[in-house]
């Protein structure tokens, strides 16, 4: 039963994130911090990578809803070019497991070769 309770919890999180993103998206909320970071940087590419990144390493849970959301929100209507923002998300999300020093994929390895964390981030720098 509480198995069941936590699956439809996280459920009604993305029904809610879903749909505050898609208010944000209709009456355009964010236009200013995006019109700002635009004016900053000059390219869209930026401003994407900027807001993937920021949105990428939010320390809480469900952050690849939230910013799969807000991506969404700058995604263009073209169908096209919006298929590029599935692996972008991906890999702003899912890049903070690698870094974070907290996490179990870097604290593992990190005692099982006696690596610093700076140690480490010499290593996997590409």
Partial sequence: MDIIVKGQLYL???????????MIKEHNLFAD??????????S????IAVVSALTGVLPIKGRVTVSAGLLDTLAPE????RAKFGPIDFMSTHHYYFW????KTVI??????GLTYGAFLGIMWP
Avoid: C, H, Q, T
């Avoid at 869209?44 to 401003?47: E, P, W």
């Fill in 78 to 81: 073209d169908k096209e070019k």
């Fill in 44 to 47: 869209n590419r930026a401003v």
């Fill in 33 to 42: 911090i995006f019109a700002f970071f635009k004016r900053s940087m000059k």
């Fill in 100 to 103: 974070s020093p907290l996490e």
């Fill in 12 to 22: 009604f999180l993305i029904i809610f994130v879903m749909m505050i993103a898609g």
């Fill in 108 to 113: 593992l390895p990190m005692a099982a070769f």
